[in-house]
């Protein structure tokens, strides 16, 4: 059979501009109107610093300090679970394995939790991401540990690690009770938690992605398995932890902005890797635009529909995302097998 | 001819459990080597200690009067390719897998050069396989994939290339064919070779030198008609064994019955 994805680039291409119009649309939805062509004016001359013409200072902070702030988060988050679930799936050779599998979500949760229930909300952020960063290094110096060091051991180790913390943020929820609802909206994943400023996010996720993709061509290789990997010249020892240590960063950053957005970094590899096979320089770009596609396209139908308004982002992945990927089970089950 | 490998009093296994002692061996530019042994016997043990994946628990292995850990594995990579038995990948072409020997030789932050394409096609056509270079390769056959996996090795240009029981679960025809390939392909470029192999009489006609291992030691090194012996095989299997000789080859069967 011929392969479908002669042409990366233009599959890169048209799902780039998919992402344009996505975001351009998001930016348009809100009580006041705004034309997409301001939008687009407005959102263009803040980042590229094009020519602005004239356009009242109102919509201008509606759209850039607002709306922006949001649809920009949707896709940080997105593009990064998608890239680090495309990552752990290869590494792990488990097609179950998520940017979470390593107990990041758990600890930056329990890390957020504390900071709810101490009364410190504005520390949420920041415990979370120290919380994400702390079980990373326990769960990767365990696995590290152990007699024989393997991937299923650290699969394991990440899977024990983020049991005991589910245990422990369950006790704080029994215990501070009058704070759950706002620890379980946290942990439903949400675009809107309020951030000073999100540049620090876009230089931590801009530079693991790019750090990702320097490593393309081993992530290809190491997908034929450790072994094979360490023959063909890949250093499996040194770039496998790399990434591991890269992708968790990243997924941890985002957590603690966003809370838990699930199935994002499940579904989007699968997807991708249906649509433009197993090359990872073409797998990672595309993973990142999808992801980032898929989350905007979700809070968009909050945000449209007024039956899902109350509903946090998170579920909506998870409610829509699921039959999604049944369906895309089903059809591309055939083809390779 | 050159020296290209020693191993010096060469131990392999793993923590806790030597599996070979005490091997010594030299291998010359050129040199296809079969390695004998009984099933379990740390063929492949002894092939990946010398590829480097697996630390030596005592002795050296030298590439090119270098030892083994002074390579990096990129460098190591650029010298030594290996065959395993057999390799699954889904979603990669036959062309985007065979472009993986290149890796080595790519500079990072570099993509494949001309010349790396140029090499992977000849690759490609030395085995035999450009009508599916485009296809899948998890939907080939078993045969196909190997022949890919030897495309991938070619492009590697090592100068030493393993082999691990390159034809075990193929049909008589293609393991012939299979190693016939691989020797037109590695004299030229007087690549030695060392073949994990179960049938000694594929050992006869392809080998210049075999290797014998029993019990953890070297039984016998050298040219083919001077350590298969009747009484070798018998060590090494302990099974009675009929010589055959005709003009063309030497061949092996064990005795059957009384």
Redesign the interface.
Same mark, same amino acid.
């Given at each position: 059979m011929k392969l479908l994805t002669t042409k990366p680039v233009l599959l890169m291409g048209s799902s780039a501009i998919l992402l344009v119009i996505t975001a351009i649309y998001l930016l348009t939805i809100g009580t006041a109107d705004i034309s997409a062509p301001t939008v687009f004016s407005i959102i263009t001359h803040k980042i590229f610093g094009m020519p602005n013409p004239d356009i009242p200072m109102p919509e201008q902070i509606i759209v850039w300090n607002f709306r922006w702030q949001r649809v920009a988060l949707a896709m940080l988050v997105g593009s990064c679970l998608a890239v680090s679930g495309t990552c752990f799936q290869t590494m792990f050779k488990n097609p179950l394995a998520d940017p979470f599998i390593l107990g990041v979500s758990s600890g930056a949760a329990l890390g957020a939790a504390i900071a709810i229930v101490s009364g410190h909300t504005e520390l949420m952020i920041i415990l979370a991401f120290i919380g994400a960063i702390l079980s990373l290094s326990i769960v990767y110096f365990l696995g590290q540990s152990f007699l024989y060091p393997s991937d299923q051991q650290l699969l394991l180790a990440g899977v024990a690690c983020g049991a005991m913390l589910n245990a422990m943020l369950s006790a704080l929820m029994a215990i501070h009770s009058q704070q759950m609802q706002m620890i379980v909206f946290w942990l439903m994943g949400s675009l809107t938690n309020y951030v000073d400023s999100l540049k620090p996010l876009v230089a931590i996720v801009g530079i693991c992605i790019i750090i990702v993709m320097v490593y393309a061509s081993d992530l290809d290789i190491i997908a034929l398995g450790d072994e094979d990997a360490k023959f063909l010249g890949v250093d499996v020892n040194k770039v496998k932890p790399l990434l591991l240590i890269v992708t968790s960063l990243m997924t941890g950053a985002c957590v603690s902005v966003s809370g838990i957005i699930g199935f994002i970094g499940l579904i989007i590899p699968h997807i991708v890797r249906k649509i433009a096979g197993s090359s990872h320089i073409v797998l990672l770009p595309l993973s990142a635009i999808f992801g980032a596609i898929f989350l905007l396209a979700a809070d968009g139908l909050t945000r449209t529909v007024p039956q899902l308004a109350s509903l946090p982002v998170g579920v909506v992945t998870a409610l829509f995302g699921g039959p999604f990927f049944f369906y895309i089970l089903r059809v591309a089950g055939r083809r390779v097998s | 001819m050159i020296s290209l490998l020693e191993a010096q009093a060469l131990s392999v296994g793993y923590e806790k459990k030597t599996i070979l002692e005490n091997i010594n061996f030299t291998i010359n530019t050129g040199d296809f080597i079969s390695v004998i042994a009984p099933n379990g016997a740390g063929k492949s043990t002894l092939l990946?200690t010398i590829?480097?994946?697996l630390a030596p628990i005592d002795g050296n292995v030298n590439i090119n009067k270098k030892p083994l850990t002074s390579y990096?594995? &990129?460098e190591?990579? *650029?010298q030594?390719?290996?065959v395993?038995a057999d390799?699954m990948?889904?979603?990669?072409?036959v062309q985007?897998m065979v472009l993986?020997?290149r890796?080595?030789h790519?500079r990072?932050?570099h993509g494949p050069s001309n010349k790396d394409h140029v090499l992977v096609k000849a690759a490609i056509e030395a085995v035999d396989i450009s009508n599916k270079s485009?296809?899948?390769y998890?939907?080939l056959s078993q045969g196909e994939r190997q022949k890919v996996i030897i495309a &991938?090795a070619l492009v *590697?240009q090592p100068q030493l290339l393993l082999l691990d029981e390159p034809t075990a679960h193929l049909d008589i025809a293609n393991q012939f064919n299979i190693l016939r390939l691989i020797k037109k392909a590695v004299v030229p470029k007087k690549v030695a070779v060392i073949a994990v192999l179960h049938d000694i009489n594929l050992a006869l006609e392809f080998s210049t030198k075999l290797l014998l291992i029993k019990n953890s030691r070297v039984l016998a090194f050298g040219e083919p008609q001077a350590v298969v012996t009747i009484d070798n095989l018998k060590q090494l299997y302990g099974l009675d064994f009929t010589l055959y000789h005709d003009a063309a080859a030497t061949y092996v069967r064990p005795k059957f019955g009384e």
């Open positions: - | 990946k590829a480097g994946v990096s594995r &990129r190591l990579a *650029q030594i390719a290996m395993g390799t990948a889904l979603g990669y072409t985007q993986m020997g890796f080595p790519i990072r932050f485009m296809c899948f998890s939907e &991938r *590697q």
